[in-house]
């Protein structure tokens, strides 16, 4: 994968894609990557992980989804689709497939296109 991609498959890129791909999709941000490769024994920096995960974004193996300020979270799951953001557990899910439709867009400015549109709905535990 990392071969056809364009990506040197490195010993840490091939720990973090494991990590990232072995999985049905994901929702992580670099943070709980670099945790779980820790944990896991690989031997990787912060600062690695944020490169790799944005090379691979860079290669289309993953999008970004910028959801709360300060965090980035990456998904392999690189298709068009909407997510739920969690705000007590800061979790990500997918919307399941065919449940949303976007009508009405405006239309964009001259001489652009619109080239996707993310859809986040924000989701907290039942107030009593």
């Known amino acids: 994968m990392l071969n056809a991609?364009?990506?040197?498959?490195?010993?840490q890129r091939?720990?973090?894609?494991?990590?990232l791909f072995l999985e049905e999709d994901r929702?992580?941000?670099a943070e709980d990557l670099h945790k779980q490769?820790?944990?896991?024994?690989v031997p990787v920096s912060l600062a690695t992980v944020y490169n790799t995960l944005h090379q691979f974004t860079?290669?289309?193996?993953l999008r970004i989804l910028a959801i709360e300020g300060q965090r980035t979270?990456?998904?392999?799951?690189?298709s068009d689709h909407h997510h739920y953001f969690v705000q007590d557990s800061n979790d990500v899910m997918d919307v399941p497939?065919?449940?949303l439709t976007v009508d009405n867009l405006p239309v964009p400015p001259e001489g652009m296109e619109i080239a996707?549109?993310?859809i986040v709905i924000r989701l907290r535990k039942k107030q009593r």
């Open 5 to 11: 991609a364009g990506l040197r498959p490195t010993r």
């Open 116 to 118: 996707n549109v993310d």
């Open 27 to 29: 929702h992580v941000a």
């Open 37 to 41: 490769a820790v944990e896991n024994g």
């Open 73 to 78: 979270y990456f998904d392999t799951n690189t």
């Open 14 to 19: 091939l720990a973090l894609a494991e990590m």
């Open 97 to 99: 497939d065919g449940t």
């Open 58 to 61: 860079e290669a289309g193996l």
